[in-house]
């Protein structure tokens, strides 16, 4: 029997999950977590073969859980996710993340890729793997790119120009050319994008 740790902050989909999963003769769903922080205090409670993680979860996100429980227990990890970009795809692989799925995914198949991944095996969606090796070149020069990594980590305007002794004016500047570069409203839509596509 494959005891897996299920992480979703949805619950409808998590129970509904957990539910089909159970339905397999050697699939057993023995914890359950609503967000990336208990997900990885379950996986230190718990008896787990397995962690099942959603990617966009509040507290930790999937890369960053998987990451923690894999310090504490080495178990195998499969992301799931509604969008995904090459970036994420690239920084969950780095962090020893075994499988990586779309959520359109039917309960069956993610059911043998669990399967596959327990006894050993990596598995990339092929839409997803097509993605990473198709993406743009990043657009951005190498200083906007400074500056959405301060926003990404919460570093304020004021004090990133202090720290590269540049006037919160220039700063500004740096950022508004990101925001039309990439095509988003705001810095912190602009910085997620660049964390999204593995710039930052």
């Known amino acids: 029997m494959i005891r897996i740790l299920l992480a979703d902050d949805e619950d409808l989909t998590r129970g509904a999950l957990a539910a089909l999963l159970d339905l397999e003769p050697d699939l057993t769903v023995t914890a359950q977590a609503q967000d990336g922080a208990a997900a990885v205090e379950a996986a230190r409670r718990h008896p787990i073969d397995l962690a099942l993680l959603d990617l966009e979860m509040p507290h930790l996100d999937g890369i960053s859980a998987a990451q923690a429980i894999r310090r504490h227990r080495p178990v195998p990890t499969v992301l799931v996710t509604r969008h995904a970009r090459p970036g994420v ?26 399967r596959e991944v327990h006894g050993g095996a990596r598995y990339i969606d092929h839409r997803l793997a097509t993605h990473a090796l198709t993406e743009a070149p990043c657009p951005l020069t190498p200083r ?36 039309t570069k990439l095509g988003v409203r705001t810095r912190h839509e602009a910085a997620r994008r660049a964390w999204e596509e ?3």
């Open 144 to 179: 906007e790119l400074d500056v959405l990594r301060a926003v990404h980590q919460g570093l304020a305007t004021g004090a990133f120009a202090g720290q590269h002794h540049l006037a919160p004016g220039t700063v500004r500047n740096y950022l508004s050319c990101a925001i």
């Open 198 to 200: 593995g710039w930052i």
């Open 89 to 114: 795809l690239r920084r969950a692989l780095a962090v020893g993340v075994q499988g990586f799925v779309p959520k359109t995914t039917p309960a069956t198949r993610l059911a043998d890729i669990l």
